[in-house]
């Protein structure tokens, strides 16, 4: 299949200014060395905890926010060496749904121009064509024409997340970033948005990259995962094989915290110990180290590079080093 | 009191809040018993009620705009609605204790952690300084606080979520609470946290035989950590069985819809959905609050308010508030 993103060693270090005069002190590594590919209509997953470099990483590729270095090719154009013209260019392919639907619609704008906003920047459509475009975009994403005119405070949190969807779908993106988009939704209107996202994907094709920390709603949505700690991807796999086969410790901890739906089973396995270190000053070695239960000496040295473990199964821990 | 005596016994409880406008009607009619020793987990969506139900339990829902409308809520026999505020004051944070969604922003950020804590014992107990600050100490310990000597004399920006959230449960249980309220205990931390924190909270539990109320939208967490579970829809309980029977046999089409919305174990299979959203408890619908939304509403649905009743060929442990059940007086 061919591959419409492709990240290459990506890197996003925050300056940290502090002093008697504000100077750089230090550095935060939200993203450390980050690889990954995304196919053709692919869902790629990617889950972490908080302050894992997720949404960091998400952003990136499409470059809403500059990489320290890194590349990322979008159909093969690398995207950070674009200016100007052909940026704007490529942007209309590649959009992003936000985690909060609250904060991320513009309050004083009518669902109308939310939504036609971006069609009308790019001169897609004007006039008539351009209301037909919008009442397309909102039957598409299950919200009824009428409310054309309302504004975003007279909508559900599900509603404004359908918005959301639809101002991302507008422009017909070939790939989109999903950054958290349900977690700030109730479990009955979660699956209601799950399912339309799962929809449209089959529909237009797209591709996906799914952020969130909710490993049961990346395991139903999508064919890969990715596992970020602390910057770095520790792991990566079709997401059947993940859940089935974990092989990095902190993988493995993540699904076993993962609370069962059965009450007649609580044999709960002793959960992960200690705190997410901080990105200000991540541990030496394998990040994961001071939390790991199979700490070996080297980890807290040497930082463990890739490791194909069977195809398309990759794994950044000594363990699994020959 | 014996055993068999609830620890709280919250009867036919109605908080409304009466704005300007209109009046939003939280919590209706809503009948709960907490027994010694065991956790019960009160679940549902955001704006069903489950928080004002707990906040009315500790009488911090701010009046006007908010008025017990009816009901009474007896705890160790007394009805705590009736209490003067001294009174209750002796009761808060001393025998019924909260910890709440947000460790963030409960903590007060202008006093180290040491001064939280000593605070809540020096307000309840007759003691010193030093030995408040002992018990700070030990129960800081008890709550698993990495290095608590040094953190002891820290700020709240200084720890982490989940370390936070141990402070707000070492606050809490250390005057000895016969009853603790966790309001959404682990929402705000990540998943290796949460898990960390609830198994504290469990242990504790077993260890100093207190109830807790769980108030939560997770169903895991329900799964995992609670005794008895009601689930709560726009205000009112519609259904109340011990955990086990919630998750193999739920009754009520609210409860199975909400398990069934849930990914399952399957990749790629369409999830099951409950249509619509939730009313907004200004404006709730007649009758059942559920039955814009529900898959088997029959007339009288749209008529009358069923009851919360216990399933027929059941024990009292289940019970359901729904039509399709509770037609059969």
Not at chain 2, 249 to 268: A, F, M, V
Request: aromatic share 6%; net charge negative; glycine share 6%.
């Amino acid at each position: 299949m061919k591959k419409i993103l492709k990240a290459e060693s990506l890197k996003k270090y925050f300056p940290v200014y502090g002093g008697l005069l504000s100077r750089v002190i230090g550095q935060v590594k939200a993203v450390d060395d980050v690889s990954f590919d995304i196919k053709e209509g692919e869902i790629l997953g990617l889950v972490g905890e908080s302050g894992c470099g997720k949404t960091t990483v998400g952003r990136m590729t499409l470059r809403l926010l500059e990489p320290t270095s890194g590349k990322v090719f979008f159909e093969d154009t690398n995207i950070l060496s674009l200016k100007g013209k052909d940026l704007a260019m490529i942007r209309p392919k590649m959009q992003i749904i936000f985690q909060d639907p609250f904060s991320s619609l513009n309050p004083r704008f009518t669902v109308e121009r939310i939504i036609g906003e971006a069609i009308s920047v790019h001169g897609l459509a004007q006039g008539n064509d351009l209301r037909k475009k919008i009442e397309t975009l909102m039957e598409k994403v299950g919200l009824s024409k009428m409310y054309l005119k309302r504004f975003p405070h007279e909508f559900s949190g599900g509603q404004r997340q359908r918005i959301g969807i639809a101002r991302a779908l507008a422009l017909n993106p070939k790939y989109i970033v999903c950054d958290e988009p349900v977690s700030a939704l109730d479990v009955s209107i979660q699956a209601q948005i799950i399912n339309l996202l799962q929809s449209l994907q089959k529909e237009d094709n797209l591709s996906l990259m799914f952020i969130s920390h909710d490993l049961n709603v990346v395991k139903h949505l999508s064919q890969r995962t990715a596992v970020m700690y602390l910057g770095k991807i520790v792991e990566m796999a079709p997401t059947e094989l993940l859940n089935r086969n974990a092989a990095h410790p902190y993988t493995q901890a993540l699904l076993a915290s993962k609370p069962s739906l059965d009450p007649t089973n609580r044999k709960r396995p002793k959960p992960l110990q200690g705190d997410v270190p901080s990105p200000l000053n991540p541990p030496s070695g394998c990040h994961f180290h001071p939390r790991c239960p199979k700490v070996e000496n080297r980890c807290k040295t040497e930082i463990p590079h890739q490791i194909e473990l069977e195809d398309g199964h990759t794994v950044y821990c000594h363990l699994y080093d020959e | 009191m014996s055993p068999k005596d609830p620890l709280l016994d919250i009867q036919n409880l109605s908080t409304f809040f009466h704005t300007e406008e209109n009046i939003v009607r939280s919590v209706r009619n809503v009948d709960l018993e907490i027994y010694p020793g065991e956790t019960v987990a009160l679940v549902g969506e955001s704006g069903c009620g489950k928080s004002v139900t707990a906040l009315s339990t500790m009488r911090l829902v701010p009046i006007p705009p908010g008025k017990f409308e009816n009901g009474r809520i007896l705890f160790k026999g007394k009805d705590l609605l009736q209490l003067p505020e001294p009174e209750m004051q002796k009761i808060r944070g001393n025998e019924i204790a909260m910890i709440f969604q947000e460790p963030m922003t409960s903590l007060n950020p202008i006093f180290t952690i040491g001064d939280q804590i000593t605070e809540a014992i020096c307000l309840h107990q007759d003691k010193s300084k030093e030995d408040a600050r002992g018990l700070a100490l030990e129960v800081l310990q008890k709550v698993a606080m990495p290095s608590p000597e040094e953190r002891i004399d820290q700020y709240p920006h200084e720890l982490s979520g989940g370390m936070k959230q141990r402070v707000m449960i070492a606050m809490s249980i250390v005057c000895g609470p016969s009853l603790l309220i966790a309001d959404e205990p682990t929402t705000a931390l990540d998943a290796t946290i949460q898990a960390q924190i609830l198994d504290l909270l469990d242990e504790l539990r077993k260890e100093t035989q207190m109830s807790i109320l769980l108030i939560t939208h997770n169903l895991g967490i329900v799964a995992q950590y609670a005794d008895r579970v009601a689930v709560m829809y726009s205000g009112k309980i519609v259904e109340q069985a011990s955990a086990e029977k919630i998750f193999s046999s739920p009754s009520h089409p609210y409860t199975k819809g909400l398990l069934n919305s849930l990914p399952k174990d399957t990749i790629s299979e369409k999830l099951e959905t409950i249509p619509g959203a939730v009313p907004h408890p200004a404006f709730l619908p007649e009758g059942c609050a559920f039955h814009p939304r529900c898959p088997e509403k029959m007339d009288i649905c749209a008529q009358e308010i069923p009851e919360l009743k216990p399933l027929e060929n059941d024990s009292e442990e289940h019970k359901t508030a729904c039509w399709l059940f509770n037609e059969v007086s």
